[in-house]
């Protein structure tokens, strides 16, 4: 006769039943699950109720049906634990599997485990505490011997810590460290894929993302808790800009917090455009998964999988910060029924050429509508005060009124509004400079927030000659009729050589970076 305990762990095993590798080095795909993910919250929970809630949702997703199919999952950033419940995380090259090994705190340990249960490869960000100072690194220790690091964590499918990479760019975060130099870290898979991964505000620089890129590395993985900010940088219209541009595949996670504006989950394959992609008017946890071609099999199959998005009303819901276009050269879009124009607009020496072949509705007097400016830029901003970089841009963008203060702003939910343009087809061609301190993307958005399948869209780069120093001549043309386009545009960051954002270099007095960022406040509340 069996006894009850003994039955419990029988169902237990038979309810967690480790999944088997399901793809092999000579597979054309391999499948990927990247995690959207939201929590309530809950008045007066401690630090530590907090990270088990959350650590429980994360084992209830690693243990879901939907994942069985899945080699790799990926969670976003900022959404497991807090500063007050860090971790310490082992070095990858001690190849140490943390589950059950109390060195480690329980988000690691308990990880580890599901990674070895359902043989998959997890990757989760979290808070890491590490002891200070370390060897190489000579700037001042905090008072209680610990660097806070933004830590995306790596598992094999046997719970080791492959790799780990520590957030270099940081969008304030107050009381996190940042490593003495960026960290340019990958890892191999069973599969036979090379991962890269970075987080969040570090896509907006040149190291470590690109240099991943200028290495070699196809495939990355993305945890993020973006700020998404019309006209070009809302999250799944700069994933799949920079994925399209590096031709590589992108697993995206984002964390769902649409009141900050937080959303922006998918996976992204290169010139071959999303495979899915999701942005969120509400709070959602979910797994989305999809089957993505090797970089290698340039003929593998895409199989796409569209979600639903949400009208322009209910996306007004999502918080949407606004750029600092106020400086751009632009011009009017006339409003001019049938209309062809060929427009240039240039700022100082930067210029961009237009064609449009657009429409109008009549009889526009007692409605609201969209307006369109052609815009050129080619100089500095701010992102918020934590780094600041320089843009060079060619752009047209939507206007909710006459005033230029209403560009690249919104109607609100309750505005009715008719789609009074239609854009039936765009080229822009501008010169771009070619080197590596030069990130040339395309970029567009819709009315819902959403970018435009790739297969609208034509992106053409040529060199161009008789230049003193090397240049690209950068075509982007809209080929399908949208009446529902907020921004199309090329857009392109311009580095600089010595890259310091969030390097927390010696000369300042403290080894922690202490940036307050009303954002951040917002998060830490709800969760």
């Not at 810590?161 to 520590?166: F, L, M, P, Q």
């Not at 870290?185 to 570090?202: N, P, Y």
């Not at 927030?449 to 869209?457: A, M, Q, W």
């Not at 010595?498 to 300042?508: D, I």
């Given at each position: ?106 988000v690691v340990r308990d990880i580890s485990c599901a990674a070895r249960n359902r043989k998959k490869y997890i990757v989760i960000n979290l808070t890491e505490k590490a002891k200070c100072p370390d060897q190489f690194d000579t700037r001042p220790c905090s008072p209680d011997g610990l660097y806070h690091f933004n830590t995306n964590v790596a598992f094999d499918r046997e719970g ?368």
């Amino acid at each position: 006769m069996y006894k009850p305990t003994v039955v419990f762990c029988i169902l237990l095993l038979l309810h967690v039943a480790p999944s088997k590798q399901v793809s092999t080095p000579t597979d054309p795909h391999y499948w990927a699950g990247v995690v959207e993910f939201s929590s309530d919250r809950v008045i007066d929970e401690t630090p530590e109720t907090s990270t088990a809630n959350r650590l429980a949702q994360y084992l209830n997703i690693i243990d879901s049906g939907e994942a069985n199919v899945t080699d790799v999952l990926v969670f976003p950033e900022s959404t497991l634990n807090r500063r007050e419940t860090a971790s310490f995380v082992p070095h990858p090259q001690d190849q140490i599997a943390p589950c059950n090994n109390l060195q480690y705190e329980r988000v690691v340990r308990d990880i580890s485990c599901a990674a070895r249960n359902r043989k998959k490869y997890i990757v989760i960000n979290l808070t890491e505490k590490a002891k200070c100072p370390d060897q190489f690194d000579t700037r001042p220790c905090s008072p209680d011997g610990l660097y806070h690091f933004n830590t995306n964590v790596a598992f094999d499918r046997e719970g080791v810590v492959v790799s780990r990479y520590r957030k270099f760019n940081l969008f304030g975060e107050a009381g996190i460290n940042t490593t003495t130099y960026p960290e340019i870290v990958s890892f191999e898979t069973d599969f036979g894929v090379r991962f890269g991964h970075f987080i969040c505000f570090d896509l907006m620089f040149n190291e470590p993302a690109l240099e991943l890129v200028r290495l070699g590395v196809t495939d990355f993985i993305f945890p993020t808790m973006w700020f998404s900010e019309l006209p070009f940088l809302t999250a799944a219209q700069i994933q799949q800009g920079w994925a399209f541009s590096n031709n590589a595949n992108l697993l995206a996670a984002g964390a769902s917090f649409p009141g900050v504006g937080s959303t922006g989950t998918g996976v992204y394959s290169g010139r071959r455009g999303a495979i899915t992609t999701v942005m969120n008017h509400e709070p959602q946890t979910k797994l989305y998964v999809a089957q993505v071609p090797k970089m290698n099999f340039p003929n593998a199959a895409v199989n796409k999988i569209p979600q639903p998005k949400g009208t322009p009303a209910q996306m007004a819901k999502l918080y949407l910060k606004r750029d600092q276009i106020d400086k751009y050269t632009t011009k009017d879009l006339p409003m001019t029924s049938n209309a062809q124009l060929e427009e240039s607009v240039c700022y100082q020496n930067h210029c961009c050429n237009f064609t449009i072949n657009y429409s109008v509705k009549p009889n526009l007097q007692n409605t609201m509508y969209y307006r369109y400016k052609l815009a050129a830029y080619d100089a500095g901003r701010t992102f918020d005060g934590f780094a600041d970089g320089q843009i060079t841009t060619c752009a047209i963008f939507a206007c909710s009124s006459a005033n230029y203060s209403d560009c690249s702003t919104r109607f609100a939910a309750d505005e009715a509004y008719d789609e009074a343009v239609t854009f039936n087809a765009i080229t822009i061609v501008a010169k771009f400079a070619d080197n590596d301190e030069t990130f040339v993307l395309p970029n567009n958005v819709d009315t819902s927030i959403v970018p435009f399948d790739v297969t609208e869209t034509d992106y053409i780069v040529v060199p161009s000659v008789g230049d003193p120093t090397p240049h690209n001549i950068v075509t982007y043309k809209l080929i399908t009729p949208r009446s529902d386009l907020f921004t199309f545009a090329i857009w392109a960051r311009k580095f600089e050589r010595h890259a310091n954002a969030g390097a927390n270099p010696a000369s300042l007095v403290s080894a922690l970076v202490l940036l307050v960022v009303s954002v951040a406040g917002l998060v830490k509340n709800m969760w």
